[in-house]
Each structure stands twice: as structure tokens, then as C-alpha cells.
């Protein structure tokens, strides 16, 4: 089965950027539909961003024109730059893996902090 590692969480003030990477390891991450979700102290995990295996995305309203989801299937990674972070992006991103048939996959997950 597919294992999940994310990089590139940290803290940046407000209107920075970061990148966050998830490396896939394991066979297939082609065909397989990916996603990111965070969850925020106190709250429940939402939906950040998605893509497929055809490279179409999709994105949370609160992330819109500031996020942007990609994928390298030669280097199994997929990818979120975030732009123009606010407080409120403050949270654990998580990445996740669903492959045609079977479970959905997620990785450990990475701290971003957005503060002055």
C-alpha cells in the first residue's frame, strides 16, 4: 500500500507563502486521486484542495486563487503552494491518497502556523 510522507510546514507571517510536498512511496500513485485537508485546533478535518488523476482540481472557497494543488507523477509527489496565507490557514495539512479500489491513505501530517 501506498505510504504518505509531507514536508514544508512551518511559520510565515501573514501574506507569505510556503509549499507543501507529499511523497508517495509504493506503486501506482498515477491513477490514484489526491488531496489535501487541515485541521485547525478544536475543529473538524475539512477539505482543502484535490486533484485527480487527469490533473483536474478542485478547492475549498476559503482557498481559492491564494492555493494551488499539483502533482509530479515521475517524482510520486504531490504538491500545495499557498499564497497570501492568512491567520485562519493556521492548521495541520494532511495529504491524502485514494486509489481506484480499496482504502484511502494518509500521511502524518505537517504543521503550518501563519502569524506575526
Known amino acids: 500500500q501506498v505510504q504518505l510522507v509531507e514536508s514544508g510546514g512551518g511559520l510565515v507571517q501573514p501574506g507569505g507563502s510556503l509549499r507543501l510536498s507529499c511523497a508517495a512511496s509504493?506503486?501506482?500513485?498515477?491513477?490514484?486521486?489526491m488531496g489535501w485537508y487541515r485541521q485547525a485546533p478544536g475543529k473538524q478535518r475539512e477539505f482543502v484542495a484535490g486533484?485527480?488523476?487527469?490533473?483536474?482540481?478542485n478547492y475549498a472557497d476559503s482557498v481559492k486563487g491564494r492555493f494551488t494543488i499539483s502533482r509530479d507523477n515521475a517524482k510520486n509527489t504531490v504538491y500545495l503552494q499557498m499564497n497570501s496565507l492568512k491567520p485562519e490557514d493556521t492548521a495541520v495539512y494532511y495529504c491524502?491518497?485514494?486509489?481506484?479500489?480499496?482504502?484511502?491513505?494518509w500521511g502524518q501530517g505537517t504543521q503550518v502556523t501563519v502569524s506575526s
Open positions: 486533484i485527480s488523476s487527469s490533473g483536474r482540481t
Open positions: 491524502k491518497a485514494d486509489p481506484p479500489l480499496g482504502n484511502s491513505r
Open positions: 509504493g506503486s501506482g500513485f498515477s491513477i490514484y486521486a
